[in-house]
């Protein structure tokens, strides 16, 4: 182990050196936090509303409805493009199911669904745990609305909101919230540049070969640039979480645990992106790919109706969206099991890549 | 000195693919001794070596350094030996004594007194810049002082002259013979006949990942080369040459008769280089 820390404190030795690292580490940081304060704590959101419908004979009859459920959902394609010049899209679904679903993964901020099925009409309010209260007082008002004008009076039904998942309603998150996260996301990619860099540098100037001609194994080698990784990007990262007020009394220790996990999964990315890499162009080129792809999940936080199935192929879906949960919906590490498993395997993944790529390189 | 064998190499082969780099190649080196091993590029001579410091496992065959195996002991055995590169891996944003203090922490080594390792290769009023406003002479010096951070008993010097000016390059030699006189064994890669003929005991010669052949640079020269006498002299006005065989038993008879009939500008006696021996042996140059 003592040759693995020599490495280390030469390793945050060097990078405290780099002129590069220093600016982009220490400098976007103080920028993210000073854009950060700056923007509105105010929240002007668009949101997608699901819709489903269905209507039986029996009830066609029973109110009038002549053209049955076609005339219906004829009617309110009708409303939804009115709404949608005031900020609200409608999104058929087929089923409830469907509709469920849809509200579960995000593609719709909550949806409504129409059954009036005998005499017995029904109308219920999809929300997700992350929709906020206004959202589901606008969705009974525009369903009350909508079964008025089908039928010229109040619609015979109860109004039901069901939340999917945990209910966080009574919540609007200023923007400047949201963004948290995508800064903090900001930070750990940052470390692609940072361990990225020195990987390359090792490997081009063969300073990692004359390393292993002495009794370090490519062990303490690929341990000492981990720890060197997980320990610049944590730290930068706790820096960052600070400045931007992410940690209180009861996040800490759930956001220190995702910013471990996160400087650990960026530290195997980097692993790739530095051993891929031939020189400092050629690796701020190969790590843009990375770069904008695990950044992308950062933007279901700040439009939530970005969200779709696809991002769960992404790993960092699965550091951010546990925490966006906790840092601005009180959310907990436990409701995120899931999530760290498949972050735990990704992770392995990315070591295992980046180890393999490494040894390729340094052979 | 004892012929003690510190390094030995037995019938190591390596292969890149389909490609034979290293063909079963023997040799062995006693301690404070100098192998000078000489080949033109591609020959094998960078394989070779990064087999016998462990960075490549052999294919076949085995390399027992200090009586233990590479393969099987390698970071114990790379605890007794230093290498030196002929790239320049150096870091580049340190000076050249927290070069040797770093590389000396990995050995286990603390309060490397680096002083009179700077100053036995000629850097010791720059210990304190960064090595990346080094000169290419001052940044090979300091490689071949960080190979010697651990004080030890197996040397390998890949080109370490190579296109350096004067005084680096005697600077390097001089420190070879001293770790050559402290008994250490040095394995030397070079292009540099000259330098091979001076510094080494055996030198070996590789082509085409074969040992061609391997002896001392004398015994190679008896073998191989041919001892001439050249006379110049002046032969009606014009200047003319006379190339003499000293294996020739008329030779001094002929020389007599030059010097009595002729007005002799100089002669001189000529034997074979190692450069001409490697030509008649694998009919390529070095370079």
Redesign the interface.
């Known amino acids: 182990m003592?040759?693995v820390f020599?490495?280390v404190r030469?390793d945050l030795l060097?990078i405290l050196?780099?002129r590069f690292v220093a600016v982009i580490s220490v400098l976007f940081i103080v920028i993210f936090a000073v854009m950060y304060y700056l923007l509105p704590s105010s929240v002007d959101e668009v949101f997608k509303m699901g819709f489903h419908l269905e209507i039986d004979a029996e009830a066609t009859a029973e109110y009038g409805l002549e053209g049955g459920e076609d005339e219906v959902a004829a009617m309110l394609s009708e409303a939804g493009k009115e709404e949608a010049e005031e900020g609200l899209e409608l999104v058929w679904a087929e089923s409830i199911e469907d509709l469920e679903r849809m509200v579960e993964d995000g593609e719709v901020s909550a949806g409504l669904s129409f059954v009036v099925s005998g005499r017995e009409p029904d109308m219920v309010l999809y929300v997700s745990s992350k929709t906020p209260e206004e959202v589901t007082d606008a969705g009974e008002a525009i369903g009350s609305e909508i079964g008025y004008a089908l039928i010229g009076y109040e619609f015979p039904a109860d109004f039901k909101a069901t939340v999917i998942g945990p209910d966080m309603a009574g919540r609007q998150i200023p923007m400047k919230d949201r963004l948290r996260v995508v800064l903090l996301a900001f930070v750990f990619l940052l470390e692609l540049y940072s361990l990225g860099n020195l990987l390359m540098e090792e490997i081009q100037?063969?300073?990692a070969?004359?390393?292993?001609?002495?009794?370090?194994?490519l062990r303490d080698f690929v341990s000492a640039k981990a720890i060197t990784g997980i320990l610049n990007t944590f730290v930068l990262g706790l820096l960052a979480a600070l400045l931007l007020g992410a940690l209180s009394a009861n996040t800490w220790f759930a956001i220190l645990v995702l910013l471990f996990l996160g400087a650990v999964m960026m530290v195997g990315v980097a692993f790739i992106v530095g051993a891929l890499s031939r020189d400092f162009i050629s690796m701020a080129m190969i790590s843009i790919i990375p770069l904008v792809v695990l950044l992308i999940p950062g933007f279901l936080v700040i439009y939530p109706g970005f969200n779709s199935p696809i991002l769960k192929a992404i790993p960092t879906y699965w550091l951010l969206e546990p925490l966006n949960g906790i840092l601005n919906y009180g959310m907990r590490l436990s409701d995120y099991t899931m999530s760290f498993v498949y972050l735990v395997l990704f992770i392995m993944g990315f070591f295992v890549l980046g180890f393999v790529i490494l040894r390729r390189r340094l052979? | 000195m004892a012929s003690e064998t510190t390094l030995a190499a037995e019938g190591i082969a390596y292969t890149y693919g389909d490609i034979l780099a290293v063909d079963h190649i023997s040799f062995q080196v006693n301690r404070g001794e100098v192998l000078g091993f000489l080949g033109p590029n591609g020959a094998g001579k960078t394989t070779t070596l990064k087999i016998l410091i462990g960075l490549l496992a052999p294919r076949e065959g085995s390399v027992t350094i200090l009586g233990e195996d590479m393969v099987k002991n390698r970071e114990k055995v790379q605890a007794h030996i230093g290498v030196c590169f002929e790239e320049k891996s150096l870091y580049e944003d340190m000076s050249a004594v927290a070069n040797l203090r770093f590389f000396a922490s990995l050995f286990g080594i603390k309060d490397l007194g680096t002083t009179g390792l700077l100053e036995r290769v000629g850097l010791p009023e720059d210990r304190k810049d960064r090595v990346a406003n080094y000169s290419k002479g001052m940044k090979q010096r300091l490689m071949v002082a960080r190979a010697m951070v651990n004080q030890p008993q197996v040397l390998f010097l890949d080109e370490p002259t190579d296109g350096l000016d004067p005084v680096s390059s005697e600077a390097i030699r001089t420190v070879v013979q001293e770790e050559k006189a402290r008994g250490v064994t040095v394995f030397l890669t070079t292009h540099d006949m000259m330098e091979a003929d001076k510094l080494s005991d055996h030198v070996a010669f590789i082509n085409e990942g074969r040992i061609v052949a391997l002896d001392t640079p004398e015994n190679l020269k008896h073998q191989y080369g041919k001892r001439v006498l050249k006379i110049r002299f002046f032969e009606d006005g014009e200047l003319a040459e006379e190339e003499l065989s000293l294996e020739d038993s008329q030779v001094g008879r002929r020389v007599q008769e030059i010097l009595s009939a002729y007005d002799v500008l100089d002669m001189h006696t000529e034997e074979a280089t190692l450069e001409d021996i490697f030509i008649q042996l694998t009919g390529k140059k070095l370079k």
């Open positions: 003592k040759r020599a490495i030469k060097q050196r780099n100037r063969k300073t070969l004359a390393l292993l001609i002495t009794p370090v194994t052979a």
